[in-house]
DNA sequence: CGTGCGCTTGATAATGGTCAAGACGCGTGG
DNA sequence: CCACGCGTCTTGACCATTATCAAGCGCACG
């Protein structure tokens, strides 16, 4: 019934497109996202001088695999991406979600190797950022150097908050919060903060928030029960975002 | 009956101690964790200058508080601090742990505000290394440079090994994987890795793992009687290391 | 048109939380 | 030096939440 408008969505409507390999960092309009800094336009042209954007890569392909050579970090231009550790006895763990404008791979920098495997969950454009290249850069350009230490942090205190929300929070209140969270992704986008086609699996929330499938199917169901949201299937519509933030218990 | 010998053992025995204002990085023992980076002399001089080393800070005193402007980040010289963020409904999530040679504060660069707090578990001895320098600093140095993007990816890989721990780890698991945590810092500082006193009280290991007190204090009893190890309040002697590493499940 | 995967729903079980009581240990003050 | 009191830890009984097991539905894809 629904139709993927994503990649039009995304990019289209602006000054380029998310496959056309023309995007530079300058037009791109994700930039306010990936790149809040301060950077002259001649700053911006060196950066877009070492990124590389390959062609996007499909549904269910690896970016990077857990213990490959760390080479560079990635930012999403359209799609999604789950970045995610499997345990020993072999269950998955997702640490997180990419959406478009969000960077992923900083993991990889510890150990010269990547911490984690990077999905993508739809059809997705990346742009590839060589890691040697950007600390070069960075040397140079102190902004730049700023915000990758910046963009770090961020990554450190949203784990921080994944861990608050694992340890002290019930079922209802973990996927509230998810929803909230796509929510506020979603508006900062310029897309709808009340609906939306989730990306992911159901195994995939449970697998991010430390639940089974069954638990999650059931939140939904309750949410939707409660007419807290509408949910067909993988269309999420928002319909009470104020019972929401109540039920994710984050105050507000 | 446990004499505190944690200041001579720390730093006493080699060529500085803890609370000697005249210790510097190249001759603190510590260096080999807290710079494991190819610094020529002359870099550890300069960085030696931006340093500050500060009076003691007392047990229950703050490093700092969530919310406080960021400033700088700090190296632990000795004793133990944690770092914990208070939920909105008033309970305490600590995020870690943080020991001799180790660097905590990294998550208050995203914002510019430290987004947990840090308290002394005991008296420590703190190196305080401001931000703005060691940016500058950093510039000039790319093996600094280094050095922190690749400490600050050690705690995001760390923070998701707690993600992933919190998820799909039972209690007895979380609390044997504590106590080998503690036990491999403890040897990477020359210390036993089999006999110990926990820096931290049962309420606190219940606040980092996502458990209450009474199940911290049931599972030490289980392995106590398992014979994994003995305990003692917080004086603790790992019995059968393997036997814990089967608990904990990680593989080994 | 069938097969399979993803999702939902129900019944049951287990893990850990809650509440309560008591022990132990430590620091303070008499 | 001992007594008191509080905070921390332990243990038990009971309960709630979520996992597990099982079955069935429906859409997508071959």
Known sequence: MSI??????EEGGFKSCAHDFQTNCGNCRLN????????????????????????????NQHLYREEDDFKSVYAVRSGTLKAYKTTDDGREQVTGFYFPGEILGMDGIANNTHASSAKALETAA????????????????????????????????EDQQLITLLSKNSADERIASLMLSISARNARRKLSATAFRLPMSRVDIGNYLGLTVETVSRVFSRMQKMDLLSVDNKE????DIQGLREMANLGG
């Open 126 to 157: 990346i742009c590839e950022i060589p890691f040697e290249s950007l600390e070069k850069l960075s040397t140079l350009m102190p902004n730049l150097q700023r915000h990758f230490f910046q963009l770090m942090s961020r990554e450190i205190t």
């Open 236 to 239: 999420i519509e928002i319909l």
């Open 32 to 59: 306010a996202i990936c790149l809040p800094l301060a950077l002259e336009s001649e700053d911006v042209e060196q950066l877009d001088d070492i990124i590389q954007r390959s062609k996007p890569i499909q549904k």
């Open 4 to 9: 993927h408008l994503d990649n039009i969505v």
